[in-house]
């Protein structure tokens, strides 16, 4: 079977959509002979690792249609950088900045981070910068910029001959209240500089000139060249018009949004882009990650921890799933990466494209051996006290002597990984447990009887002796209260690596210095 008739059946999640999209618009994209596709986000707060999501998972269903059809492509980025603050996240340093500032556009506050023009530029470089490592190919686009520009007036005007026929989509779905008040033009105070929103008087809808009732004051102004920006809905709409947005992916808080956008898109002359919903991050509490709260893992934290495709692993599984994002969750997140490896070339044809690594790297994983997990790193960390990777890589060469930091970066990067993660997040958490009488003398046991075990044993038989002496101190009926009791003493945690092959591979002289330093 060819790779093509392959990726035309695969049931990976970028294959699927990718397929739909292109039976589903095949018409409008035969016409133009490309497919632009957007993320967007709002810089009202730091960049979290939910936006990274959005690009990444994008930037998969672009890879599958490279590998399908020879079609041009665009990837938007967009930021929302025109929006006014609405309130002051609790993460950023110097808040009464922005304090002082709320109700302006992004784009107008001064950097609290005193490092850029504006607050907004602020989080748009650090967006950038995090994209460019995973080495994504994207067009940011700038809200602000393409109002006062004038990229957005052809559009602006389209929207005020449209206005009766929005409003009554967008009315129907607002409290009474709000009803009284709603415009989907909202001016830019020439007085304060903030986004109002206020009650339209009158639209001309020939010259764009609107007047708003201000506080029992007129003001007057025109829609375009960044005087006016639209309300969320009828921007978003706005934005698929204009760039003839294909395909955008947004969280299912969104959906409603999604619904009614489409529709107003509609009303402007296009066909609304193939979206796809997917679930929410969730921090270690449950609750959704937030760029205000700045709770959740951070990206910077994660690529501290490991390596830009771990995480794309983990954006890439079930992406319709709501998942916990925090720092327990990396270690999983590069053993999975590391098992997926280690699989992929062994697997038939159609299973390969079925694989995330395929889809993390291009259709072109490493090729490198996985020598051990990333949670035997950490142990060995814990263990051998270290917080140089040379003294990690001693141990590895004991057990693989051919394996060489400059022939396996992978496992080169994860003891500097290990080493990182193990002092900021492990090490604090450590709780020892000080064996009692009886406890103390059966581990003593486990060490005069891996003093007898040679060198070069095999990790199944070191493992076969450390359960006899579990049997022989009083263990025999619950073996895993005796594993608990050694994780607990040795490794501070209830759960730890299976011990034959952490004893072959720690070394049996330093297993039984670790036991007796342990115990006393």
């Known amino acids: 079977m060819s790779d093509n008739n392959v990726i035309q059946t695969s049931s990976a999640w970028p294959f699927v959509e990718i397929r739909k999209l292109l039976k589903e618009r095949k018409n409008l994209i035969k016409s133009k002979d490309k497919?632009?596709?957007?993320?967007?986000?709002?810089?009202?707060?730091?960049?979290?690792?939910?936006?990274?999501?959005?690009?990444?998972?994008?930037?998969?269903?672009?890879?599958?249609l490279n590998h399908l059809e020879k079609i041009n492509s665009e990837l938007i980025t967009f930021s929302d950088d025109m929006d006014g603050l609405r309130k002051v996240p609790d993460n950023i340093p110097n808040n009464e900045i922005l304090k002082n500032n709320i109700g302006k556009p992004l784009s107008s506050i001064p950097d609290p981070f005193k490092?850029?023009?504006?607050?907004?530029?602020?989080?748009?470089?650090?967006?950038?910068?995090?994209?460019?490592?995973?080495?994504?190919?994207?067009?940011?686009?700038?809200?602000?910029?393409?109002?006062?520009?004038?990229?957005?007036?052809?559009?602006?005007?389209?929207?005020?001959?449209?206005?009766d026929e929005i409003m009554n989509i967008i009315l129907p779905t607002l409290r009474s209240e709000r009803k009284k008040t709603y415009c989907p033009f909202l001016p830019i105070c020439p007085k304060t500089g903030k986004v109002l929103e206020i009650p339209m008087i009158d639209l001309n809808k020939e010259n764009g000139k609107i007047i708003f009732e201000n506080g029992g004051d007129k003001l007057q102004t025109n829609i375009y060249d960044g005087n006016c920006k639209l309300q969320w809905k009828v921007d978003w709409a706005m934005r698929w018009f204009t760039f003839n947005v294909d395909f955008e992916m947004y969280g299912k808080d969104l959906t409603e949004s999604a619904i009614l956008s489409s529709k107003v898109c509609k009303i402007l002359g296009k066909m609304p882009p193939s979206g796809f919903a997917y679930e929410l991050f969730l921090d270690e509490k449950g609750e959704k990650i937030s760029k205000s709260k700045g709770n959740g893992i951070t990206i910077e934290e994660w690529l501290r921890y490991a390596s830009p495709e771990s995480l794309s692993l983990y954006m890439y599984q079930n992406p319709r799933r709501a998942k916990k994002l925090y720092s327990d969750v990396v270690p999983k997140a590069v053993d999975e990466y590391l098992s997926l490896i280690e699989k992929f070339p062994s697997q038939k044809e159609k299973d390969k494209f079925s694989n995330p690594i395929w889809h993390i790297h291009n259709g072109k994983p490493p090729l490198e051996k996985i020598v051990m997990p990333f949670s035997m790193l950490l142990n060995l960390v814990g263990s051998s006290n270290a917080n140089d990777k040379k003294i990690l890589w001693k141990f590895i060469n004991r057990f693989h002597k051919d394996v060489k930091p400059d022939t396996n970066p992978i496992l080169d990067n994860l003891t500097e990984y290990a080493i990182k993660f193990f002092e900021d997040k492990l090490k604090p958490k450590k709780i020892y447990k000080k064996p009692n009488k009886d406890e103390k003398e059966a581990l003593l046991k486990l060490a005069d009887r891996i003093q007898s075990i040679k060198e070069n044993t095999l990790p199944e038989e070191i493992q076969t002796a450390v359960y006899s002496v579990g049997k022989e101190n009083g263990y025999e009926k619950n073996l895993r209260d005796w594993f608990k009791l050694i994780y607990q003493v040795l490794f501070g945690d209830v759960d730890g690596p299976r011990m034959g092959f952490f004893i072959s591979f720690f070394g049996i002289q330093e297993t039984i210095k670790l036991i007796k330093d342990k115990v006393n």
């Open 35 to 64: 497919i632009v596709f957007q993320t967007g986000y709002g810089p009202s707060g730091l960049p979290h690792i939910g936006t990274f999501g959005e690009v990444a998972r994008t930037t998969m269903v672009i890879n599958a």
């Open 115 to 163: 490092k850029f023009k504006s607050f907004s530029e602020h989080n748009n470089s650090m967006l950038k910068e995090f994209l460019k490592k995973f080495n994504f190919d994207f067009n940011f686009k700038s809200s602000t910029e393409n109002y006062k520009n004038g990229t957005f007036n052809e559009s602006l005007k389209r929207v005020a001959e449209k206005y």
